[in-house]
């Protein structure tokens, strides 16, 4: 069938094309908390920043695959992605709620900074902070819980969602 008539897969499409919004949304959002309320960058919370950019990334891919086949590889690369985002932001929760536990100025931040992104876009991909300043709870939770929370909704949202097919009478 062809991709162009499919409404099945014009619409997983347009849910491909909104999660990489979100994604960047979200790290849109990391860079307000960065450079307007002065709360700077761990190398964990890079990281993180890296996963949103890869979930962008393979949802645009999802939002302009032709196939199904398509679609599939780009939850997979997407999933990922998230598994990767979450790893980094429980983490990052858990050297907060173990202050002799490290992640700064380590092999962490060495890998990081020796990134070729972390060249291209410092502002976005170098590390300025250490993992255990804790900045102010926003509404309770501290911006890793909120950045484990966003993971787990984008995982749960490719992992639960199954999409319909058109019906092929062939």
């Known amino acids: 069938m062809n991709a162009q008539l499919d409404p099945a897969l014009r619409r997983e499409r347009k849910l491909y094309f909104l999660m990489t919004l979100v994604s960047l949304a979200l790290l849109g959002g990391?860079?307000?908390?960065?450079?307007?309320?002065?709360?700077?960058?761990?190398?964990?919370?890079?990281l993180a920043r890296y996963a949103l950019v890869l979930v962008a990334v393979f949802g645009l891919l999802g939002a302009v695959a032709?196939?199904?086949?398509?679609?599939?590889?780009?939850?997979?690369?997407a999933a990922l992605a998230a598994i990767g985002g979450m790893a980094a932001s429980a983490y990052l929760i858990y050297v907060q709620a173990n202050p002799l536990v490290s992640c700064g100025y380590d092999v962490v931040?060495?890998?990081?900074?020796?990134?070729?992104?972390?060249?291209?876009?410092?502002?976005?991909?170098?590390v300025q902070g250490m993992c255990q300043t804790q900045y102010p709870p926003i509404f309770g939770l501290?911006?890793?819980?909120?950045?484990?929370?966003?993971?787990?909704?984008?995982?749960?949202?490719?992992?639960l969602h199954r999409p319909r097919r058109a019906i092929s009478l062939r």
Do not use: K, N
Request: a neutral charge; glycine letters at 2%.
């Open 66 to 77: 032709r196939s199904w086949t398509g679609i599939q590889v780009a939850r997979l690369l």
């Open 30 to 46: 990391a860079l307000y908390f960065q450079y307007v309320r002065h709360e700077d960058p761990c190398p964990l919370c890079i």
């Open 109 to 126: 931040e060495a890998f990081v900074d020796a990134l070729p992104t972390s060249r291209w876009l410092p502002q976005v991909f170098q």
């Open 142 to 159: 501290t911006l890793p819980m909120w950045s484990l929370a966003a993971f787990v909704v984008i995982f749960l949202s490719l992992a």
